[in-house]
C-alpha cells in the first residue's frame, strides 16, 4: 500500500497547496472532447476511450457480461506480480502492465485464464485504436465496468503504464480450487493483504460462472449479479446443499439452492479464521463493502508500476449509475439459521447476525441436553 498511499498523499498536499494561489495561477483545466475538460491534458483520450466502450463494449453503460469480465481481466493482469520470482531471477516482476494483452498467445493458455479471450481481444483493439497501452487499458475499462454496476465506488484511475516486456508465468492466479493458504501466500507476494482479498472478492458480488461447469454457464455467485452489494457475503455463508448444474466439478462446492454458483475458493475463504471476520462483517455494510472494494481495487492497478510516473485521470470516470440496497436479502424459505458463521467477534457485521452464531450454539447445546 505504501507507494499508493504516498501517492495519493503527495497529490491531496498538491491539491491543498492549489488551492492556496489565486485563481488565475492555477493551471487551466485542459479542453477535451465534447466541452468536457480534465485536469491534464494527457487524460484527453479517456473521454474518447470512455464514450467508445460505454456505446460499443458496455451497450450503453450497462453492468453486463462485458463488465463482469472486464473486471476479472483487471485481477488476472494485476495479479501476474511476484517480488519472489524476481528476487530469484526468474521474472521481471510484472503486475498490472498489460501482459495479458501482449504476450496473450502464452497467458491466455493458462488454465485460470479460461474464457477471457474475447475481452483481451477487445481490449487490445480498443487500446490500439487509442494509442494508449495494454496495462492501462485494464484498468481503466474495470473502473468503468464497477461504475456500471450499481453500488460500484469511484476508483481512482492512473493512466501511463509502460507495455509489458515479459508475459507473466503460469500459476500466479489463484485458482477456485487452491486452498486459502496457498491463496493467502500468493497475494502476500504481490503485497495485497488477507483483508485486501476479501475486499477484492466484492467482485465475485457482480460475477458469474462459465467455465467451471460448462453445462450451467452465466450461473451466478450471487442472487443479485447486475449489482455490487452485500448479498454475496450473505449467501456464500448459508450451507450447501445442491450441485446447480452437473455434479461435482474441481473447484466447486455444494450450493444453498439451484441456480447459483459456488467456488470453492469463496467458500472456503468465507470459512477460514484469518478472513472470516471481514467476510462476515460486509454482510449488511454496504458503504463500508463498497469504499473497502474501491480502495483494494486501486491498489492492485498500481501493482508492480511506479505511481510516481502515473497521471491522475480519475475525473473522466463518469459518475454513479445507481445505489445498491443496504441490507443483503436472505434468499426466499432461508432463514439465519441455515448460516455458518465461523466469526464469533461481536464487534464485526451485524450483532443479529453475529449473535445467530451464539445462539445456534446454544440450541444445539440445549438439545444436547435435551437428549441425554
Ligand atoms: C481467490 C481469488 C480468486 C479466485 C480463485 C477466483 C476465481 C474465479 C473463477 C473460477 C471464476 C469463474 C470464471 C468462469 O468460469 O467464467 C471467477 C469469476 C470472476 N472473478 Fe474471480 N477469482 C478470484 C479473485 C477475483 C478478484 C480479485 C477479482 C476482481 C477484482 C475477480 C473478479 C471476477 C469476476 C468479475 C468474475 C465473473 C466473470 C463473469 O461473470 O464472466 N475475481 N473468479
Sequence with gaps: MAPFL?????????????????????????????GRTAKNSQCCVWYDVLDDIQTNLFEGGKCDDEAHDALRLSFHDAIGYSPLLRSQGKFPGGGADGSIIMFADKELLYGANDALDEIVDAERKLADRYHVSY?????????VSVRNCPGGPLIPFFAGRPNATKWAPDGLVPEAFDSVTKILNRVHDAGLTADDL??????????????????????PFDTTPSILDTNFFLDTLLRGMVWPGKGFHKGQVPSPFGGEFRLQSDFAIARDQRTSCRWQGYINQQADMSTNFGKAMAKMALLGQNPARLTDCSDVIPPPTGSAPQTAKLPRGKTVLDLELTCHNGQFGLPTLANIGDLRKLTGYISKLLHL
Design 135 to 143: 496495462g492501462d487499458i485494464i484498468q481503466f475499462i474495470a473502473v
Design 198 to 219: 476479501v475486499d477484492l472478492l466484492a467482485s465475485h458480488s457482480i460475477g458469474k460462472q462459465e467455465t467451471i461447469d460448462p453445462s450451467i454457464p452465466g450461473t
Design 6 to 34: 504516498s501517492l495519493i498523499s503527495l497529490y491531496l498536499a498538491s491539491a491543498a497547496a492549489a488551492s492556496h494561489l489565486e485563481p488565475h495561477h492555477r493551471a487551466p483545466p485542459a479542453q477535451c472532447s465534447k
